[in-house]
């Protein structure tokens, strides 16, 4: 019988290193592919399938073998409930448009521009492409984020735990033109780790977001030309709001719910967060490249 070992409390800063290790992972292949500008042609999608899995599986399955974790513990897989997949989409449409509202009011793009800006990186709509760029993705970020490294801060403050999230979530996605959307998503991807108590929630929510993006992607040059119109601008708002009502609402009874689970949760997270050496490597790291990839 395989022996279950309980995750400690104490181990931000030991997930902290696991995540250094994979931004310096992610960074240099990133570098290289930039250096020698490799033509992939038709394989791009494959190569990128290969290089999730090295740079974010592998080091979190690893992760878990030295450190004795119960995978099953961490994926919390027996937890999920096919009833809450209405919420859980909905919320990750909620983020999806928020984030593209959010990046508009950044850098002062007109609303719909910066919804096909945000859905520029995910602009290939192949079943191929859309396994490599929104699902599989999907799968080994939540397990690396919201499963090994999140499990790392049990009985943290729910909201320490979702600002942290948020922070690792958009420092590795390495863009300076693209940092409230990731934010805004780790958050709510870990929230909803939270308040269901499974991974799984998060990577169905991650792969609503992505897929939404591809969409949009897929249509931008149509919805470019009809966003001249004031009636379809008006019409875009009013169902950005009802959307945005309707979920406040839905969290607020999940929250009501759920209330002491999450009032159990007292322990303080950001001081050790923010006084963590590595959090600030991968700080310098996250900007640095940001930068020359800007320039």
Known sequence: MEKRYKIKENNLKRGLWLLFFV???????????????????????????????FCLYIPALFYT???????????KRRHFKIKNLPFIVLFSIAI????AILNSLLYSL??????????????????FGILAIAIVPA??????????????????????????????FAMFHISLD???????????YSFLVIVFNSIYPAIIAHIVNNLFFIFAAFIGENISNAAGGILFDFLAVILYLLIIIVTLKMIENIISNNSKK????????????????????????????????AL
Do not use: C
């Not at 999806?96 to 984030?99: H, P, Q």
């Not at 939540?142 to 090994?148: A, C, M, Q, Y």
């Not at 009032?263 to 923010?274: D, M, V």
């Open 65 to 75: 073998k030295v450190y004795r974790l119960n995978k099953k513990e961490v994926m």
């Open 23 to 53: 931004m310096v992972l992610l960074t240099g292949v990133k570098v290289v592919f930039n250096i020698f500008d490799f033509d992939l042609g038709d394989k791009k999608n494959l190569i990128l399938i290969l290089l999730q899995i």
């Open 96 to 99: 999806s448009l928020t984030s």
């Open 139 to 168: 799968f080994f970020e939540e397990f690396l984020f919201r499963g090994v490294f999140q499990n790392e801060m049990q009985n943290k403050k729910t909201l320490h735990v979702m600002v942290i999230s948020g922070l690792i």
């Open 262 to 293: 999450l009032k159990g949760r007292t322990e303080n997270a950001l001081s050790e967060f923010f006084s963590s050496f590595s959090f600030w490597i991968i700080v310098i790291i996250a900007v640095g490249t940001g930068i020359y990839f």
């Open 110 to 127: 007109d609303i719909t521009k910066s919804f096909i800006k945000t859905a520029s990186a995910t602009a290939d709509s192949s079943i």
């Open 178 to 188: 693209n940092f409230f959307g990731p934010f805004l998503a780790g958050m709510g």
